[in-house]
């Protein structure tokens, strides 16, 4: 079922992501890690993939060869095991990055195997020492070239497709208007709904709604939640995704000290504060980053639906 068919704001709903394991797993451990999650019923499970891995052997006549490897589970097998084993929708990721046309409607052509009704298309993350993202010869260089594209494949306008986007501002564009803006282009290219980035601040996401709406996009717009659950990650979470953390929350785990679970309570409050503000304000679903660990997260969920 396609997740814009399952949104009501008079039954909102979790929905989860889960990183794809590193290679060693079994499938019956990932499949335990989701179990505790499956209590609060999620509608559908986002499935991350991330671009191969690249590096540089050196050969005995001084030059290099390029290799490219690949350290965690392939999306389309989590997804087939998530779907055989929870009856539950799945929505991997699509990434331009490091991927051409090629095989991206190879890939397509699987999820239409699995009867997999959505995916998010994203256009992925630079490699390691690139300043700027750099599209791989013969693939895509922006989201929005990736909606269309899965659009024009054939099956393609079977899917849903999501998007995903920056309440506090992609850190590649010029300006809020300017990330609006980019986000419209992946609407009107053809996607169904948003799934923002983390944010911790509610004020942050409905002004960034107001201003989509302003801007003609009428989709529906899904916020992404995330528990703070180490007191490093108040450096590390701004450094990955370019966001910012309120005072009071930043404050609180300054306070805490080497308190571990101290921190992680904090963190499981201030997330449940926020959910329930969303629900409070109506949002259909509410979409949790589970970062390969659901403790805080079933804390979290047991709080809130």
Request: proline share 6%; hydrophobic share 40%.
């Amino acid at each position: 079922m396609r997740i814009t068919d399952l949104l009501d704001p008079r039954h909102p709903f979790p929905s989860l992501e889960i990183v794809p394991p590193l290679g060693g797993i079994t499938k019956d451990e990932l499949l335990g890690n989701i179990a505790p999650l499956m209590e609060f019923k999620p509608r559908y499970i986002n499935v991350t993939t991330h671009r191969d891995e690249v590096r540089f052997v050196s050969l005995p006549d001084g030059t290099f060869r390029r290799e490219v490897t690949r350290s965690r589970v392939s999306p389309v097998a989590v997804c087939g095991s998530i779907q055989a084993r929870y009856q539950v929708e799945v929505v991997p990721h699509v990434i331009c990055a490091g991927n051409t046309a090629s095989e991206i409607e190879w890939l397509i052509q699987d999820f239409q195997y699995l009867g997999i009704d959505n995916v998010m298309a994203l256009r992925g993350d630079s490699l390691t020492g690139e300043k700027r993202f750099t599209p791989t010869p013969g693939g895509f260089s922006h989201a929005d070239e990736l909606v269309r594209a899965i659009r024009r494949m054939e099956g393609g306008d079977r899917f849903c497709i999501g998007v995903g986007a920056y309440p506090e501002k992609h850190f590649e564009a010029a300006n809020s208007e300017t990330d609006i803006a980019f986000l419209k282009q992946k609407v009107d290219a053809g996607a169904d709904c948003i799934i923002t980035q983390m944010f911790f601040d509610n004020e942050v996401f409905f002004r960034f709604v107001d201003r989509c709406r302003n801007a003609g996009i009428s989709v529906p717009i899904i916020p992404g939640l995330k528990p703070l659950t180490t007191a490093r990650q108040v450096q590390l979470l701004p450094e990955s995704f370019s966001i910012d953390l309120p005072v009071e929350l930043t404050e609180a785990v300054r306070k805490a000290r080497d308190d571990r679970e101290a921190v992680r309570r904090i963190g499981v409050e201030w997330c449940t504060a926020q959910c329930r503000g969303l629900l409070y304000e109506g949002v259909p679903a509410v979409h949790f980053y589970t970062m390969g660990k659901s403790t805080s997260v079933v804390e979290v969920l047991r709080n809130c639906f």
